[in-house]
């Protein structure tokens, strides 16, 4: 079969088109392709989703190391909390509870009111049989009493006087004494509390500190006097205004002595040692 001139110059004899040419079904079964362009601010929108996402990360990680630190000092706290044993100790009036044999509270910060004195820690004792305080303790008095069995001294059953002294490499050391001047025993044990006063009464800086000492109950016959030793230091440092008067709490008792006394408190040194048996400190001079 033979085609027409016309085909013969579109195609080959097949009926095939020229290679060279376009088929005309292309445009139809093949249109071109048209992209949608990019919306507006699309790429803005997803940046700041990732920023809020990573900072809610943050503050979930923040939160989490808050709740971990936050527990940390209750639990440091109930690891480290030692339990305290209470003594009971005896006075004139009846019992006081007092802190146990190894708690050591520090005397009252604050000069006292007529009617309503600060409360002052109460004295406690070595118990019979620890080897730093000895079984029985120290006695005053024409015969020996077990500590113990007599009563606290009270302020009422005592008196109070500032003794002699010592001095040594810029340190000055005044003795403290307490004697019993009633007809029946007491006993005191630990450290006093001691203030400075002005003319005025008005308390002069802190009280005294403690120096760490072991100690054991003075029993007081009639007439029996137990002491401390005051340390100080000799015009050195920052000094405050010397004392008029001294105020003194007896071990385990709420009311206060006050006598004449003149003691400087310089370079922030102002300390008591506990009591022991006699009229020249604590170590006996």
Do not use: W
């Not at 009926?15 to 507006?40: F, K, V, W």
């Amino acid at each position: 079969m033979t085609g027409s001139p016309d085909d013969r110059e579109d195609g080959d004899l097949t009926g095939r088109l020229d290679a060279d040419r376009p088929d005309p079904l292309e445009p139809l079964l093949r249109p071109s392709a048209t992209y949608l362009a990019t919306p507006p601010g699309a790429f803005h929108r997803i940046r700041r989703r990732a920023a809020r996402r990573r900072r809610a990360r943050a503050v979930m990680v923040a939160a989490a190391a808050a709740a971990v630190l936050g527990g940390a000092p209750y639990l440091v706290g109930a690891i480290s909390t030692n339990g305290g044993d209470e003594l009971v100790v005896p006075t004139a009036t009846g019992t006081r509870t007092g802190p146990g044999p190894h708690s050591h509270s520090p005397s009252p910060a604050t000069p006292p009111s007529s009617t309503s004195p600060p409360t002052v820690p109460t004295p406690t004792h070595r118990p019979p049989g620890d080897p730093s305080a000895g079984t029985t303790g120290r006695t005053v008095g024409p015969s020996a009493r077990t500590p113990g069995t007599s009563p606290m001294c009270t302020a009422s059953q005592l008196t109070v006087s500032l003794g002699g002294g010592d001095a040594g490499a810029g340190n000055l050391y005044r003795y403290l004494v307490l004697t019993n001047r009633t007809s029946g025993a007491c006993q005191v044990s630990g450290y006093p509390g001691l203030s400075l006063l002005d003319a005025g009464g008005e308390q002069i800086g802190a009280p005294a500190t403690r120096d760490r000492k072991t100690y054991a109950p003075v029993v007081l016959e009639p007439g029996g006097s137990a002491s401390v030793t005051i340390h100080t230091i000799n015009r050195q440092g920052e000094c405050l205004p010397t004392s008029a008067q001294l105020r003194i709490y007896p071990p385990g008792d709420t009311a206060s002595l006050v006598i004449p006394g003149e003691i400087t408190n310089c370079d922030d040194r102002f300390s008591v040692t506990p009591f022991a048996a006699g009229t020249s400190g604590n170590p006996s001079a």
